[in-house]
């Protein structure tokens, strides 16, 4: 319970930090304890219920529809609880300041007998909890900024339909209420409402168990593991953390020096990337399908080093030829150091790669497609 209200006060100083913590420490009672008081008190956000039915399960799907991450029978039960947490605590942080304003002396009736002061308190705190719906969805799914902003701006959209459509079927619900219907409901779909709660339960066993192996000093997997969870959650500080910390027990092992590159890159120390991803290259070129390769020429490129990353992202695209992204990096490599024509032809194949992916992955990797043809358009 501490470490969850502890996450509460970060929010506002740190949102992304402090949904990691609730991923790790969070729990459903305690955080509709604290967002369910708080919506008694300051009634002006999305009602808990409308929260849990529709919002939550509507980011969900809507990030996993934009990400290609997989079908949405197997999402739901994974992330639906992490992420309904995360709001929830979202949900109380917003309303916590206006929940304060109500016990100020004075300041009471002053809100009371200004509707537009009402009106700006309430927006203020919708737009926060949009931010943090957004520092959620980033934190639970991964994804980057544009698609979270996109997500929460969906959810609200349904929601709002929601609301709508609430509003003249409002008698008709009261006979789903019934007991009777309840319990019905309850023996046809318990099986699967069970299962949207273990997603963070399992989640939280996993990191527990990978932390008490960290006990043992010369267990570098189990750190390299904590790495890849926080790097996932773009928790890049404390993944940067477990992956330095796997190496330092264990040199010699590619996937975490390769990790570390990645993480580097992402953090904006491309120089220091590099250095990893060359260590991860000289002991296993072909790691992660000779990804490790492909990372290796854009650290390259981001240091205008472009003749090297044009020799090592060519040794790629003949290893890996559909692939759009290595083959847009190879276009761009080619393009800086002045041959044009050959960038075109790998621009071009980065194209219909993307094209001709398989459609689970079109998703993910439909950026480099459209990166090629805006390059290939400059180039002409």
């Given at each position: 319970?501490?470490?969850?209200?502890?996450?509460?006060?970060?929010?506002?100083?740190?949102?992304?930090?402090?949904?990691?913590?609730?991923?790790d420490?969070?729990?459903?009672?305690?955080a509709?304890?604290?967002?369910?008081?708080?919506?008694?008190?300051v009634?002006?956000?999305?009602?808990?219920?409308?929260?849990?039915?529709?919002?939550?399960?509507?980011?969900?799907?809507?990030?996993?529809?934009?990400?290609?991450?997989?079908?949405?029978?197997?999402?739901?039960p994974?992330?639906?609880?992490?992420?309904?947490?995360?709001?929830?605590?979202?949900?109380?942080?917003?309303?916590?300041?206006?929940?304060?304003?109500?016990?100020?002396?004075?300041?009471?009736?002053?809100?009371?007998?200004?509707?537009?002061?009402?009106?700006?308190?309430?927006?203020?705190?919708?737009?926060?909890?949009?931010?943090?719906?957004?520092?959620?969805?980033?934190?639970?799914?991964?994804?980057?900024?544009?698609?979270?902003?996109?997500?929460?701006?969906?959810?609200?959209?349904?929601?709002?339909?929601?609301?709508?459509?609430?509003?003249?079927?409002?008698?008709?619900?009261?006979?789903?209420?019934?007991?009777?219907?309840?319990?019905?409901l309850?023996?046809?779909?318990?099986q699967?409402?069970?299962?949207?709660?273990?997603?963070?339960?399992?989640?939280?066993?996993?990191?527990?168990?990978?932390?008490?192996?960290?006990?043992?000093?010369?267990?570098?997997?189990?750190?390299?593991?904590?790495g890849?969870?926080?790097?996932?959650?773009?928790?890049?500080?404390?993944?940067?953390?477990?992956?330095?910390?796997?190496?330092?027990?264990?040199?010699?092992?590619?996937?975490?020096?390769?990790?570390?590159?990645?993480?580097?890159?992402?953090?904006?120390?491309?120089?220091?990337?590099?250095?990893?991803?060359?260590?991860?290259?000289?002991?296993?070129?072909?790691?992660?399908?000779?990804?490790?390769?492909?990372?290796?020429?854009?650290?390259?490129?981001?240091?205008?080093?472009?003749?090297?990353?044009?020799?090592?992202?060519?040794?790629?695209?003949?290893?890996?030829?559909?692939?759009?992204?290595g083959?847009?990096?190879?276009?761009?490599?080619l393009?800086?150091?002045?041959?044009?024509?050959?960038?075109?032809?790998?621009?071009?194949?980065?194209?219909?790669?993307?094209k001709?992916?398989?459609?689970h992955?079109?998703?993910?990797?439909?950026?480099?497609?459209?990166?090629?043809?805006?390059?290939?358009?400059?180039?002409?």
């Amino acid at each position: 319970m501490g470490n969850q209200l502890k996450a509460l006060g970060l929010l506002y100083i740190r949102p992304l930090k402090a949904m990691s913590q609730i991923l790790d420490h969070g729990g459903l009672v305690i955080a509709l304890v604290v967002a369910g008081a708080l919506s008694l008190i300051v009634p002006i956000l999305t009602p808990l219920i409308l929260l849990a039915v529709v919002f939550v399960p509507v980011a969900v799907i809507a990030v996993n529809k934009l990400e290609g991450t997989g079908s949405a029978g197997v999402v739901l039960p994974r992330d639906y609880m992490p992420m309904l947490v995360c709001h929830l605590m979202g949900f109380a942080a917003a309303a916590l300041p206006a929940a304060a304003l109500e016990w100020i002396p004075g300041l009471r009736e002053s809100v009371q007998e200004s509707g537009l002061l009402q009106l700006a308190i309430m927006i203020a705190a919708l737009l926060y909890f949009a931010f943090l719906s957004v520092c959620a969805i980033r934190t639970v799914a991964g994804t980057g900024w544009a698609r979270g902003v996109a997500t929460t701006v969906i959810a609200f959209a349904v929601s709002a339909g929601a609301l709508y459509v609430y509003s003249f079927v409002r008698g008709a619900l009261y006979y789903l209420a019934s007991p009777f219907v309840l319990y019905y409901l309850y023996i046809m779909f318990g099986q699967e409402f069970r299962g949207f709660g273990g997603g963070l339960s399992s989640r939280q066993r996993m990191r527990q168990l990978l932390e008490t192996s960290t006990i043992n000093p010369r267990d570098a997997d189990a750190r390299y593991q904590l790495g890849l969870i926080y790097q996932q959650r773009r928790d890049n500080t404390r993944a940067r953390q477990y992956f330095e910390n796997a190496i330092a027990i264990d040199p010699k092992e590619p996937e975490a020096q390769y990790q570390l590159g990645r993480t580097l890159r992402a953090m904006g120390d491309s120089s220091a990337a590099l250095e990893h991803l060359k260590i991860a290259a000289a002991i296993d070129n072909k790691l992660a399908q000779s990804e490790v390769l492909r990372e290796t020429g854009a650290a390259l490129l981001d240091l205008d080093r472009n003749e090297e990353a044009r020799d090592i992202l060519r040794e790629y695209t003949d290893r890996r030829s559909f692939d759009p992204e290595g083959l847009y990096r190879f276009g761009l490599a080619l393009s800086r150091v002045g041959d044009v024509p050959a960038a075109r032809e790998a621009l071009q194949q980065a194209i219909e790669a993307a094209k001709t992916a398989p459609p689970h992955l079109r998703r993910q990797i439909a950026q480099w497609g459209g990166k090629a043809s805006k390059l290939l358009r400059q180039l002409a």
